[in-house]
């Protein structure tokens, strides 16, 4: 429930209250900056409430803007102010600073936002009109310009982002706005959406698991209309402004699990074929996490970077100012919206080995390319980075307690973190492929101490932030050559579900951090082992116990993980002091 008071004069013809009211307002009027406040105190605590300047000239958008937004505790707009619970004492006393100075004249809104002493949300808002007239000429003035701007046609266009990929762009989003506009006139949620997006793709992933043709068939284009409930959930949220916790971490975590999902069900029905390809699903789904581990640690590594620019920074700038070089340089990237058109074309067209195997060659060319341009940016770069980046970055490197205790021996570091990584991860990798039963055990072992020695010292150097992708593809990459050399049917899918559990916990660290709460509770990460404790693990396993035993250990292991993380990820992202991020979409 919210109230809106609306101070000053009434203004005759003004529909300043019906549209406050179609905004879910309850209206109050009032004379003065004294009632104003009296008003304001009789106002339940737990209700957002606005302030509004009786000779308000704008659209109902711009006032949807300014007064509905879920996210910030202050929000205002020429001639109108808001507060969620959060902001009420703030408004509250500088509302009473107001009435102390001006007594029983009229509550200049503005000037109310201006003695406010809190952060405030200021919305764009484009084309749309928002001012208080000083007098009947301009008040005619303002709603000729009210009449001249097309209110909804801008609400619409602004549901969409304004940075997206081009098969979204020009193949989506046309008409998926609409569809949101449609769910929203009846009374439709975002998570609702969402959700409907996830049942969708989990549906798809079914028809791909039958094997058939017309399996692959009706699996690609219900990929698709997933994909358009995708977008359409986020438009949703942008149309009505109903953003939530809960929302923006369903539609982050959703997306990963529906393409994950959608591996394994081309999987299942490359296999009903007589098709082994479970190592091509999950090399994909390893190498789309590792893609995406990529751009989270840059992104971290460079959040508050002071002198952050560099002359391939400046380059790509220029780049961007030219029209056709923007589409492509999305394009070449793979995000999401091409990535998914072009598994759908293929699982209808083609078989789930060539879909892998394209999806694998483009995925690996796109991360060649955006890696190789964070490395030039982050050597060419002379950029200071801070204690709060180097933090994120050794929570996304998920170190366990093997590795915690080598990182706290009091010795001087051996070397850069990204050497120590590196030598780390050659000796595992060497270990794996000699064919030696018990070397990888002992590989894995180095493995540890390294990952430990690397986190030593804080991630500040200018290539550290590849030491998370490093721990994440040596710890997949493990699981996925082990489970392969099993040769026992079942391996590689029990293998495909540790990975996936595993996946999960490391995107619930990411988004955690991007909500500025940190990484996981440290008692999670000490009882799935952290990642040099899991690679361990699976190699003390594969090498003590037969090769049906291994599938059964992974398994088991998948099924704690997974069950873990779960339940501690839910408890904290339906808590009321989760974080408010909302994902608009990852470059990969």
Known sequence: MSTAIVTGQPVPGSSLESDLRALGFEVLTASDATDTGNLLAAVPADRRVAVVDARFVGHPHALR???????????????????RPAGRQALSRALTREAAAGGSTDLAVDGLVTALDADVHRPELGSLVAVVP????????????????????VRLKSA?????????????????????????????????VTTASLLTA???????????????????????????????????????????????WLDATFDRAKEYAYYAGLALGAARGGDDVWALALGAMILQTCRHVVDFSFNEANHDATANTSPTAALSDRLDSVGWTVWVRRMIVLPIGERWALIAVLTAATTPRITFYVLLVGCALAATYTTAGRVLR???????????????????ADNGPLAGLVSRTRRAPLGSPLLLALCGVAVLTASLLSGVTWAPVAGAFVYAVASGRALAA???????????????????????????KAGVNGALPAAFGLVAAVAYHHYDTVYRIRGAAGAPPAWLVRA???????????????AALTATQFKVALTVLAVLVAGLVLVESIRFWVSAGAPAVHDEGEPA
């Not at 803007?65 to 507060?83: E, H, K």
């Not at 301009?138 to 909804?152: F, G, I, K, L, Y």
């Open 65 to 83: 803007l300014g007064l509905t937004d879920p996210r910030f505790p202050l929000a205002a707009i020429p001639g109108a102010v808001t507060a």
């Open 134 to 153: 000083a007098d009947p000429q301009a008040r005619n003035e303002a709603r000729q310009a009210v009449a001249a701007v097309d209110d909804e046609a």
């Open 160 to 192: 969409v982002k304004s940075r997206d990929g081009f098969f979204t762009t020009f193949f989506i989003s046309p008409y998926s706005r609409y569809l949101a506009r449609w769910c929203a006139r009846r009374g439709l949620t975002p998570n609702q």
């Open 202 to 248: 989990l549906i798809a992933a079914g028809c791909a698991a039958t094997g058939t043709r017309i399996g692959f068939v009706a699996a690609g284009v219900l990929l698709i209309c997933s994909f358009v409930l995708d977008c359409t959930d986020g438009q949703l949220a942008r149309y009505s402004l109903q953003y939530s916790t809960l929302g923006a």
């Open 378 to 396: 982050s050597l060419t770069r002379k950029a200071k980075r801070t204690d709060r980046a180097a933090q994120a970055l050794a929570d996304l």
């Open 458 to 484: 804080p991630l500040k150097g200018a290539l550290d932030w590849l030491v998370p992708p490093l721990f994440r593809a040596a710890e997949y990459g493990t699981v996925l050559v082990l489970a392969g």
């Open 528 to 542: 799935i082992g952290g990642q040099e404790g899991r690679t361990l693990l699976v190699t003390v396993v594969a």
